[in-house]
């Protein structure tokens, strides 16, 4: 059964490991490490959660919520951390270029961390959606 903190698991790994790349070792234990030791906890305590909540018996509103209490604060975790990485390699970037690029690069850090963040909130509300579900 696929539900949607396998993928979650999966994108933050991949999206995060795309971001290691180009980094330096020092940079790369510490985000690297960090992000696996997230992306670890959140996946074996969401197995966890759905073992004693009965989600791999049946699937029932009673049973997705406790693992939705779960996913969805990590999730925004998740999601702030991959913002933190995508800032620091835009930021890093920026700062080797000239004074007028630099500002070009600092302004579309801004912008592409708003649309990051829209598009977050929609991907919230679809994983919130799919533990908590509205309508009867």
Known sequence: MLTIDYVIF???VVVGGCLLIGMSKKEKRWFGGIG?????????VS??????SGLFEERTVESSEPVGQWV???FIVLGLYLLAMINYRWI???LTKQSWQKWVFICLDILFSFIYLLFGSFALFIVVFSYFPFAP
Do not use: D, E, R, T
């Not at 696996?36 to 074996?44: E, K, T």
């Not at 197995?47 to 004693?52: A, G, H, S, T, V």
């Open 36 to 44: 696996g030791l997230m992306a670890s906890i959140f996946i074996v």
């Open 10 to 12: 999966a994108l933050f």
């Open 92 to 94: 890093k970037f920026a």
């Open 72 to 74: 969805v604060p990590f």
């Open 47 to 52: 197995q966890i959660i759905k073992l004693q």
